[in-house]
C-alpha cells in the first residue's frame, strides 16, 4: 500500500483591484512552473495541472507547461488536471502525453473528465445535448489507443473512423496511467468501476463521510466487473493551504478562498463565501483541507481512514495568493505534513 501526496493548480487569473484588468497569463505560468519544481525538489509525489477554455485561467494545454517543468524536476510525476476529453481529440491527448512521458523519462499521467465548464464545447464545437454520449465515446477511443497505439481500429459518431493507424510517438511506459476525474455523480463513478480506471473525486464542498458511498460504490462495481483491487485506486483533490499555525493559515487563506469562488462576469459562476461558510468547510469534516500542519495532517488521515486513498491531491494556489505565500504551503505539506503521514502508516520516507 502506498499513499501519494501532491498538488495541483488550476491556473486562475483573478483581476488586479488596482488596474481592474487580469493578472498576466505568462507570469502565472511561470510561478506555476516554479511550484512544481519546489515540489519535486521537496519530494511530494505528484504535480497536476488543469485545462481550461476561459479568459479566466492561464493554461488550455497542460502538456505544455508540464513538458516545461518536466525539463526542470526529476521525479515527480506530471499529470492533467484533468484533460477536457469531451471537447479534445483522444489521438491529440495521447500523443501529447505519450512526448510528456518520453521527456520527462516515464513520468506522465492523464486525469480524463468531463468538466464542469462550458466554454470549451462552443470553442470546439460541440453540442451540449451530447456532453456524456461524446465524453463516453472519446474515452473508448482513448482506451484503443492507450491498449495499442500502434494499431488503433475504431469507429464512431463524433469522429473520424482509425483503422489500423498507428498513434506516434509511443510512450516511454508501455501503458500511459490513465485516471478519471469525477465529481461524485452515480454515473461517472460506475463508468470508472465498470473500466477498473484509478478515480479522483473533486471534492469542494459539503461533508467528507457523505463521499464515502460513492466511493464505495466504485470499488462493488469495479469488484462486480471482475477487476482486481489493486487497480480500483482512489485519489481525492480539493482546495488546500497549510500554514505555520491554524488560526494564522485561516486567517491568511480566507480573502483568496473568498475571491476565488465569488461570481464573476460574464458568467456570473461561482458563490459568495461568508467567513461562516468558510469556518465550516475548514472543520474537521469539511472539504477545505487548511490550517497548522498539524490539523492538515489529521485531515488528510481522517480522509484515509474513510475512503482508503492511494493518493491526496491539494489546489495549492487560487484566489490570487502570493507566489510566498503558496510556497510556504508547498514547503510545510512536504517537510512537515507528507513525513508524518507516511510515518503514521507505515511507508518508507524519503
Given at each position: 500500500?502506498?499513499?501519494?501526496?501532491?498538488?495541483?493548480?488550476?491556473?486562475?487569473?483573478?483581476?488586479?483591484?488596482?488596474?481592474?484588468?487580469?493578472?498576466?497569463?505568462?507570469?502565472?505560468?511561470?510561478?506555476?512552473?516554479?511550484?512544481?519544481?519546489?515540489?519535486?525538489?521537496?519530494?511530494?509525489?505528484?504535480?497536476?495541472?488543469?485545462?481550461?477554455?476561459?479568459?479566466?485561467?492561464?493554461?488550455?494545454?497542460?502538456?505544455?507547461?508540464?513538458?516545461?517543468?518536466?525539463?526542470?524536476?526529476?521525479?515527480?510525476?506530471?499529470?492533467?488536471?484533468?484533460?477536457?476529453l469531451s471537447t479534445a481529440d483522444p489521438v491529440r491527448v495521447h500523443q501529447d502525453f505519450a512526448s510528456l512521458?518520453?521527456?520527462?523519462?516515464?513520468?506522465?499521467?492523464?486525469?480524463?473528465?468531463?468538466?464542469?465548464?462550458?466554454?470549451?464545447?462552443?470553442?470546439?464545437?460541440?453540442?451540449?445535448?451530447?456532453?456524456?454520449?461524446?465524453?463516453?465515446?472519446?474515452?473508448?477511443?482513448?482506451?484503443?489507443?492507450?491498449?495499442?497505439?500502434?494499431?488503433?481500429?475504431?469507429?464512431?459518431?463524433?469522429?473520424?473512423?482509425?483503422?489500423?493507424?498507428?498513434?506516434?510517438?509511443?510512450?516511454?511506459?508501455?501503458?500511459?496511467?490513465?485516471?478519471?476525474?469525477?465529481?461524485?455523480?452515480?454515473?461517472?463513478?460506475?463508468?470508472?468501476?465498470?473500466?477498473?480506471?484509478p478515480m479522483v473525486l473533486g471534492h469542494i464542498g459539503g461533508d467528507i463521510r457523505r463521499a464515502r458511498a460513492?466511493?464505495?460504490?466504485?470499488?462493488?462495481?469495479?469488484?462486480?466487473?471482475?477487476?482486481?483491487?489493486?487497480?480500483?485506486?482512489?485519489?481525492?483533490?480539493?482546495?488546500?493551504?497549510?500554514?505555520?499555525?491554524?488560526?494564522?493559515?485561516?486567517?491568511?487563506?480566507?480573502?483568496y478562498y473568498r475571491e476565488y469562488l465569488r461570481p464573476k462576469p460574464p458568467t456570473g459562476r461561482g458563490w459568495?463565501?461568508?467567513?461562516?461558510?468558510?469556518?465550516?468547510?475548514?472543520?474537521?469534516?469539511?472539504?477545505?483541507?487548511?490550517?497548522?500542519?498539524?490539523?492538515?495532517?489529521?485531515?488528510?488521515?481522517?480522509?484515509?481512514?474513510?475512503?482508503?486513498?492511494?493518493?491526496?491531491?491539494?489546489?495549492?494556489?487560487?484566489?490570487?495568493?502570493?507566489?510566498?505565500?503558496?510556497?510556504?504551503?508547498?514547503?510545510?505539506?512536504?517537510?512537515?505534513?507528507?513525513?508524518?503521514?507516511?510515518?503514521?502508516?507505515?511507508?518508507?520516507?524519503?
Amino acid at each position: 500500500m502506498t499513499v501519494e501526496i501532491g498538488i495541483l493548480s488550476l491556473s486562475d487569473l483573478q483581476t488586479d483591484p488596482a488596474t481592474g484588468t487580469l493578472h498576466d497569463a505568462g507570469r502565472r505560468t511561470r510561478e506555476i512552473v516554479s511550484y512544481a519544481v519546489a515540489a519535486d525538489q521537496a519530494g511530494l509525489d505528484v504535480f497536476g495541472l488543469g485545462e481550461h477554455h476561459s479568459p479566466d485561467f492561464a493554461v488550455a494545454n497542460p502538456a505544455v507547461p508540464l513538458a516545461a517543468i518536466a525539463q526542470a524536476t526529476d521525479r515527480i510525476r506530471l499529470t492533467s488536471a484533468v484533460s477536457v476529453l469531451s471537447t479534445a481529440d483522444p489521438v491529440r491527448v495521447h500523443q501529447d502525453f505519450a512526448s510528456l512521458d518520453l521527456l520527462s523519462d516515464g513520468r506522465a499521467e492523464i486525469i480524463a473528465g468531463r468538466s464542469a465548464f462550458t466554454e470549451a464545447f462552443r470553442l470546439f464545437g460541440i453540442d451540449l445535448d451530447d456532453y456524456d454520449e461524446v465524453f463516453t465515446e472519446k474515452l473508448r477511443l482513448l482506451l484503443a489507443i492507450r491498449k495499442n497505439p500502434d494499431h488503433v481500429t475504431w469507429h464512431g459518431r463524433f469522429r473520424p473512423a482509425l483503422d489500423g493507424l498507428p498513434v506516434p510517438p509511443l510512450p516511454r511506459r508501455p501503458r500511459l496511467p490513465l485516471w478519471l476525474g469525477v465529481g461524485g455523480t452515480p454515473s461517472s463513478v460506475e463508468r470508472a468501476g465498470q473500466l477498473g480506471l484509478p478515480m479522483v473525486l473533486g471534492h469542494i464542498g459539503g461533508d467528507i463521510r457523505r463521499a464515502r458511498a460513492a466511493v464505495e460504490h466504485y470499488r462493488a462495481v469495479g469488484a462486480e466487473a471482475g477487476h482486481p483491487v489493486e487497480q480500483l485506486r482512489l485519489g481525492i483533490s480539493t482546495h488546500f493551504y497549510v500554514g505555520a499555525t491554524s488560526q494564522g493559515a485561516r486567517d491568511d487563506l480566507f480573502p483568496y478562498y473568498r475571491e476565488y469562488l465569488r461570481p464573476k462576469p460574464p458568467t456570473g459562476r461561482g458563490w459568495q463565501v461568508s467567513r461562516a461558510d468558510f469556518d465550516a468547510v475548514s472543520s474537521p469534516y469539511g472539504a477545505l483541507v487548511a490550517g497548522s500542519p498539524q490539523e492538515v495532517i489529521d485531515k488528510i488521515l481522517t480522509e484515509h481512514d474513510l475512503l482508503g486513498l492511494d493518493r491526496f491531491l491539494g489546489q495549492v494556489d487560487f484566489g490570487g495568493m502570493p507566489t510566498s505565500m503558496v510556497h510556504e504551503s508547498i514547503e510545510l505539506l512536504a517537510t512537515e505534513v507528507a513525513p508524518a503521514i507516511r510515518k503514521e502508516l507505515g511507508l518508507p520516507t524519503l
